[in-house]
């Protein structure tokens, strides 16, 4: 017996609605800013100088989607906590920077410690110094960081060093930090990371947080995070291999923003690319008011910048607020909001 069908097409016209399904309706980017910014500024979680600026810089970044968007990142206190818990005492105490991780590797000794802290003491004056202009501390960050990366390549340090020691001292990551990173992955977001510091040992410490990341900046790949920093000259790919200098460019506090993904290039330096395409939209996470200037070699269409005041908001704030869009503020406070923005931007598959 021929089952009947359960409808009768007889039934149906093709004003139906099941012909005619309705467009699906225009996501609502003017909402969906609205909802991101305007709690998070009442509740105190982000503070902003412009919120109407703000709310256009965030509508476009959703408008465009992930595959129009390069997030900027410093490393230090921006992605890594500026306090940690010691581990044994329980006592808060600064986190441990990308250059200060070095301290740890074996083959340092008293006397090199020693001299580093030398080079802090003799330095870190003339790069804070209100007095000079930066053309003027730029030959002594140069002659600072070449110091320390002598006494680096002094130390005889192999690639299973540097791995050994970033398993015993592990960088702690800003909560939030891991899922910015991987909504981004998932969303098509390019991410660099910006340092001062030492990139060998970002890429490095970095792996715990499982999304794939480089210091070769022409790799191809879509979500490769990319480290620009201070690159580590190895005697091979082994993990027996030692480390014997740095590669050029050296990159300091005053010109990371220069080395971006634009440099022109020494084609057979590793931290130049060969080929780059720019994206309109940019998101600049730092934590120190010269960071705004990372993005200055990466030519952008539309910035959004967030600042994160760890310390002295009294001091601060107010001048963070002149320098970045939207500053977060307190020890420590989390990457959530950064996460919830781009976990907002639609899912590359979903696009499909
Ligand atoms: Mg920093």
């Not at 790069?127 to 002598?150: C, F, G, R, Y």
């Not at 891991?178 to 792996?207: P, Q, T, W, Y």
């Not at 934590?287 to 993005?295: P, W």
Request: net charge negative; glycine share 6%.
């Amino acid at each position: 017996m021929t089952q009947p069908p359960l409808i009768d097409p007889s039934m149906l016209s093709m004003d139906d609605p099941m012909f005619n399904p309705a467009p699906p309706k225009p996501i609502d980017f003017t909402f969906a800013a609205s909802n991101l910014i305007d709690c998070s500024l009442e509740i105190g979680a982000i503070y902003s100088k412009d919120p109407e600026s703000l709310h256009r810089k965030v509508e476009r970044i959703l408008a465009d989607g992930g595959e129009n968007l390069h997030i900027i990142s410093d490393f230090d206190m921006t992605l890594t906590k500026y306090w940690i818990k010691d581990r044994k005492t329980g006592e808060k105490r600064r986190g441990v920077s990308s250059h200060g991780v070095m301290k740890y590797m074996p083959g340092m000794t008293l006397e090199l410690l020693e001299k580093e802290d030398a080079l802090v003491e003799k330095y870190y004056p003339i790069e804070m110094s209100p007095h000079l202009t930066v053309a003027q501390k730029i030959p002594h960050m140069e002659a600072w960081w070449n110091s320390a990366h002598d006494i680096l390549a002094s130390i005889n340090l192999s690639r299973s060093d540097l791995t050994s020691t970033l398993k015993n001292y592990p960088f702690q990551f800003r909560e939030g930090a891991k899922e910015l990173l991987h909504a981004a992955h998932e969303r098509g977001v390019e991410v660099s990371v910006f340092s001062a510091g030492v990139g060998d040992v970002i890429v490095e410490g970095m792996k715990p947080l499982g999304v794939p990341i480089t210091q070769d900046l022409s790799a191809k790949g879509e979500g490769v995070v990319k480290v620009v920093a201070n690159r580590m000259k190895w005697t091979g790919d082994e993990p027996e291999d030692k480390c014997v200098g740095f590669h050029d460019p050296l990159i300091h506090s005053f010109n990371k923003g220069e080395h971006t993904l634009s440099s022109p290039s020494e084609p057979t330096e590793p931290n130049v690319p060969t080929s780059t395409s720019h994206r309109p939209n940019v998101l600049l996470l730092g934590d120190s008011l010269g960071d705004i200037h990372m993005k200055d070699g990466y030519p952008h269409k539309n910035s959004l910048s967030v600042g994160f005041l760890n310390v002295d908001e009294d001091m601060w704030l107010d001048r963070y607020l002149e320098v970045f869009d939207v500053v977060i503020s307190g020890e420590d406070e989390s990457m959530d909001w950064v996460s919830f923005l781009i976990g907002s931007l639609s899912v590359k598959e979903e696009k499909n």
